[in-house]
């Protein structure tokens, strides 16, 4: 019986961390998320999910690393969109569109790039970037 109840904790767990695609690494001042119309400040270990709007404070930074093992920083005053996120390499299901609303941000691209070279999408306000190389820089002025 007791193994039985391990069990399905183990499996309620799996479930839960299976729709998170990323976690908050380091984080310098303050920063929020914006999930299902609601804000909730952000602590280092925290989950990020597809769809959310990640906006740091004035002075702050934060870091994430995504499944893919892409880590993106976001500078001060930033306002950051995942719009999609797959990461599933067995079933050939690489996905990764992002747009940066203001503010900076740095990358340093992990495996969806490189398993396929069009899997990686940046938008702004005048452009959108298909992402190839391994590390890059982008501002966007409000």
Do not use: H, W
């Not at 908050?24 to 804000?39: M, W």
């Not at 001060?76 to 990461?87: A, D, G, L, P």
């Amino acid at each position: 019986m007791r193994l039985l109840i391990l069990f399905f904790i183990f499996l309620t767990f799996s479930f839960a961390n299976n729709n998170s695609i990323g976690f908050i690494k380091v984080l310098n001042g303050s920063a929020e998320v914006i999930r299902d119309n609601k804000d909730i400040d952000l602590k280092i270990g925290d989950k990020i999910y597809s769809k959310d709007i990640i906006k740091t404070s004035y002075g702050s930074s934060i870091g994430i690393i995504f499944q893919d093992n892409t880590l993106v920083s976001l500078g001060s005053n930033t306002k950051y969109e995942i719009e999609e996120y797959f990461f599933n390499p067995e079933e050939k299901k690489e996905s990764f569109v992002s747009s940066l609303k203001k503010g900076s941000l740095t990358c340093l691209t992990g495996l969806i790039p490189k398993l396929n070279k069009n899997a990686m999408k940046i938008k702004a306000k005048t452009a959108s970037m298909g992402i190839r190389g391994t590390y890059f820089i982008l501002s966007v002025d409000e």
